[in-house]
């Protein structure tokens, strides 16, 4: 069976038009780019070819990955349910260790990031949170050490 991987309807359509301008637009930039490195001569000592060939093999392989997430895709329905913690929750959580409160919102690994809180399902925070109440109180095992996160909003 394949992997499932978890997009809100907003995601799900971002990664089709990414898909779509890697397949068509920047696809036919590189395919440009190498026909010109080609016309320059001797392949052997030419950077130029070197680096459009490495930049086409990176293009193919995301490509391949992200038609592979959009095939498997499964579309979460945007929910106000704030009992609990699920994908697609704004999560507001206090660390005891460190006297500090953080938002994360949780999502599908596709949606991910971290410079605004956007965390995936996957992650050590995510899998954890993930269920649970306000009040809570749940371990994080990470790859440094398990430390504890009270769950102190759901949105």
Known sequence: MAE??????????????????????KRAQIVERIQ????????????EYDAAR????AN???????????????IIEESDDTSAVHIGSAV?????????????TIMGTTEVDAMHNVISNES?????????????VVTVKAPDGDYKLKILKIN
Request: hydrophobic share 30%; net charge negative.
């Open 4 to 25: 499932q991987f978890y997009m809100t309807q907003k995601g799900y359509e971002e990664a089709v038009k990414e898909l779509d301008y890697l397949t068509k637009v």
């Open 36 to 47: 010109e490195a080609r016309s320059h001569g001797d392949l052997s000592e030419n950077a």
């Open 54 to 57: 490495n930049e086409q093999a």
């Open 60 to 74: 193919e392989g995301e490509i391949a990955e992200l038609d592979y997430k959009i095939k498997n895709a499964v």
């Open 92 to 104: 507001t959580v206090f660390d005891e260790e460190l006297g500090e409160e953080e938002t994360y």
């Open 124 to 136: 050590p925070v995510g899998a954890a949170l993930l269920r649970h109440k306000k009040g809570d």
